[in-house]
């Protein structure tokens, strides 16, 4: 009888050692990728300019990952902070991608021996000679090694007890750079902008994960729970593994899109909302203001904006913006900055300073607006003459 297309995973139901060989050569596959990804990431990347062409407006996917978790040499020469270095190092980008290459060629190579050499004693139960799988041993398994991997990243990797630390940044993408986190245990660890939860997080969860997966290697699940969850059918465990992969994905699905410490600025690029609540325009001002307050002229205290930060506020920068079936990087749709020009003042005849009326996002074009400090319109420039009220012609 043939299987629908949905159902092929059964080909390996009862068969433990050819089940190992696929999960192996999945893992070969998505190691692979990611290595080859790299490379090519790195091949069509142009580090010369980390503030008017970062990665993000690149198009880069994989290298902010590398960025985020210590990576910033090249063998090539460069720093993805600028400059150039003399010694990057093993662990450098194309040494990382190196990695995972030769790790996919050798899980590859294990996945075809499991294939082949399928019937082990070690698959096979004692008592009745034929292949089985302890599910809920396997689970406590995999659930402690899990909880190693998790503890031991956030306990060592994050914090820098061993390992580069992590890229921490401040709250307008400025000054990040690679470094060490402690941990936060206080409620400030549950704010998601805290770099200090993500230390605290992993070591919290890997300790739990340890001691879970030890409960469950020790203890055995009494019969009525065995049959009531369908502890012993593959199918149980394919699909809760499912489930365990979309409560991930959905996280990290949020945090990309509305922000948070795991995704810096400087690496991912800025979040909609922080062009709609004009979040860099505020802190442009503030700054402004305080030049100000200095006795510095109105021209000085602009020229003293950081190119990045007046970069970050521009709308082109807006990652809901440019379309919804918009495909590539973001220098294919509008170029690649140069250089900031200044900041525009406008004043009309009454001398009252005048701002332009930020874009919503989900407009495809939108009327030039100039409104005065509280808001009322003073100016426009509308798409047609027409309809023209306070136009500046």
Request: proline content about 6%.
């Amino acid at each position: 009888m043939g299987l629908p297309w949905y159902r092929v995973h059964t080909v390996v139901l009862n068969d433990p050692g050819r089940l190992l060989s696929v999960h192996i050569m999945h893992t070969a596959l998505v190691a692979g990728w990611a290595g080859s990804m790299a490379l090519y990431e790195l091949a069509v990347f142009d580090p010369s300019d980390p503030v008017l062409d970062p990665m993000w407006r690149q198009g880069m996917f994989v290298i902010p990952f590398m960025t985020r978790l210590g990576i910033t040499n090249s063998w090539g020469g460069w720093s993805i902070t600028g400059g150039t270095i003399t010694n990057p190092g093993i662990w450098s980008y194309e040494g990382v991608a190196g990695a995972h290459i030769v790790f996919s060629g050798l899980c590859f190579l294990a996945a075809i021996w499991h294939w082949v050499y399928w019937d082990l004693e070690i698959f096979c139960d004692e008592r009745t000679g034929k292949p089985s799988l302890d599910l809920p041993k396997i689970f406590g398994i995999h659930l402690f090694l899990s909880g190693v991997a998790c503890f031991g990243f956030g306990a060592f990797h994050v914090t820098g007890l061993y390992g580069p630390g992590i890229w921490v940044s401040d709250p307008y993408g400025l000054t990040g750079r690679v470094q060490s986190v402690n941990p936060a245990w206080g409620v400030e660890g549950f704010d998601p902008f805290v770099p200090g939860g993500i230390a605290s997080h992993h070591i919290a969860a890997g300790t739990l994960g340890i001691l879970a997966g030890l409960f469950h290697l020790s203890v055995r699940p009494p019969q009525r729970l065995y049959k009531g969850l369908r502890m012993g059918n593959i199918e149980t465990v394919l699909s809760s593994s499912i489930a365990a992969v979309f409560f991930a994905a959905f996280v990290v699905a949020g945090t990309m899109w509305y922000g948070s410490a795991t995704t810096p600025i400087e690496l991912f690029g800025p979040t909609r909302y922080q062009w709609d609540q004009g979040y860099f325009q505020q802190e442009i001002y503030r700054r402004v203001g305080a030049g100000l307050a200095e006795n510095q002229s109105l021209s000085e205290a602009w020229s003293k904006i950081p190119e990045k930060l007046a970069f970050y506020d521009y709308i082109g920068n807006n990652p809901a913006k440019g379309g919804l079936f918009r495909a590539g990087s973001m220098d294919n749709g509008d170029g690649i900055a140069v250089g900031w020009l200044g900041h525009p003042i406008f004043r009309d005849k009454e001398g009252r300073e005048l701002f332009v009326r930020r874009m919503p996002t989900f407009f495809e074009t939108f009327p030039v607006v100039l409104v005065d400090g509280d808001g009322i319109v003073r100016a426009d420039v509308p798409f047609r003459r027409a309809e023209s009220k306070y136009s500046v012609e």
